[in-house]
DNA sequence: TACCCCAGCGCG
DNA sequence: AAAGCGCGCTGGGGTA
């Protein structure tokens, strides 16, 4: 790989602008630091990128990336400042660092999205700080123009980080880069602390691009879509005709003329009214009421989840240019998962999936980590036979060593393994599970007991659970006390088994988190190799869609199968990265269509 | 009016 | 034959 120059360059928001400082992995100044107006911020990163690929260190990517993205400027690496102090203030390899003792800091807070204001132009959303700024400033002189560096300063930790006296040492990120450099060096992990980082920071401009692509969306076959189930849209306030005809159907059958079934109140009310016993409205617990209101309830039900989740409102307010655009938030969940804001991207019904369709002349591409966390967990725990038995299908494969006698029951047992089933099928199953792969049951168990002590687990790569809340210490305290009484107690135990389910199932639903963002890291990167020219991101294939466990890329028809290629490529490489030696495998089903309703 | 919580259901 | 993890969103229903 070509390094030339400045392994970093941090982007501060100065008075004067906005300034670059170039500095060492270990945080120490290098020469060749300026500042520049806001405005040329897009050519001078396009210039640097292609001369030294440095890795960028901003606070938030989600603040500095969009506007780069708009001015056809893609980064390849970056240093998400924010992310990754949540990371390192959380993990208990970083527990004794300044970071983690320091109290809580502005870098502690959610990232401020910017919202969208009328009268702000494109550059004040992306790199306006609010003072220092203002329009006046940024069509103002040029303060080191073009090529010309600032004079550099010595090397040492007092340089360009501290020359600005407006620069509020509170949120400098030269500062903050080396408190984060130094946490590392610190913990004796760097290796897994700095992959995690730098996945981290990858999936955050992953998520930048992906918002900027859009997810390629028919309105028409949407609307045909919702047309064919609803009946036709209807006027603002009123019910589709299917909706309004199935809704008569229940009122005339449970005699309630004017029953709202959007209420589970007035719902309850209603069918025990007709002599149903009832203690929910839940549709589970309906579909096994037989009972003429019944069949045409639960259709409503299915169909009214739709019109107001995913319905004509929500295509105007979530899909423009043919593309649907939700807000992804790297880091959202606890463990790492990713989480989206607005949309619910993370939630599309298949239902609704018939309407993701490619440009004319293009393909999605959508992968899928097959059984992703019990390979994850087989890599955690280093169990060679469960490796063994997931050289093809996973459960097959633990069907044919004898523990269970079908599919469906191997899978229901090693759920509960991972979420911490204690009664029912799944629960019945585990011992012949724990007898058959006694390293991994051993591993989730360990975290569940640490969990029920109140104590941290962490993933592979060194992402920490967080601690157990205010009230879940007083419920224990409480019942350690000599006049507790056995409510108290069961009370206490009953907090404590469940926050040992979240931390048994952190370390695995975490670790998955972090394979996934290799996963796509490794992929983008791929990507980008796949064509070379001036070409810019949304003209090759790029991603447009990221699910947990699933990935969609959106490619020239001609690409596809390179793509797909490249697909499996990258998820060895997670592999890899996480598990190094370990033989554990992990493929994924690769579909190339014009409808995402066409995949699996 | 604004806000908060709950029930229910969509996804992995 | 169904209870065990993590989320976000909608509409109802209550409170300030």
Known sequence: MRQTGAVHVVLRRD?????LIPLADDG???????TIVAAHLPGVVAEYEAEHRPRWVWDDTSRWYPALLAARVRVERCVDLRLSHTILRNSALTRDSDLARSPPSDWDAPAVVPRADPDATLFDLAFGSGTSLRPASTVGAVVSPGATPVAPSAAGSAGPGRADPDVDPATDPVLEFRNQRAAIAGSGASGSLGLLLAAESAGALIAAEMRFAGLPWSVERHNTLLTD???ARPAPGRRPANLEALLARVRA?????ELNPDSPTELLRALRRAGLVVTSTRSWDLQRINHP????????KKLSRLLSANGWHWVDTWVADGRFRPDYVPGGVVTGRWATS???ALQLPKQVRGAVVPDAGWKLIVADAAQLEPRILTGLAGDQRMAEAGRGDLYEGIVASGAVATRAEAKVAMLGAM????????????PRLARAYPKALALVEAAARAGERGEI???RLGRSSPLPGADWRLAQRDAADVGASEADRKRALSHARSWGRFTRNFIVQGTAAEWALCWMGALRNRLWALEDGSATLVERPHLVFFLHDEVMVHAPAHLAEAVATEVRAAAEDAGRLLFGAMPVSFPVTVAIVDSYADAK
């Not at 120490?28 to 300026?34: A, E, K, V």
């Not at 209101?293 to 409503?300: K, N, T, V």
């Not at 979420?419 to 585990?430: F, H, I, N």
């Open 253 to 257: 059958e449970l005699d309630s003329p």
């Open 229 to 231: 189930l609803l009946g």
């Open 419 to 430: 979420y911490g089933a204690t009664t029912g099928e799944s629960g019945r199953l585990l």
């Open 28 to 34: 120490t100044d290098l020469p060749g630091s300026r």
């Open 15 to 19: 008075s004067q602008g906005i300034s």
């Open 457 to 459: 687990v962490s993933t």
């Open 293 to 300: 209101a019944i069949p045409p309830l639960l259709e409503f």
């Open 342 to 344: 607005g949309g619910g």
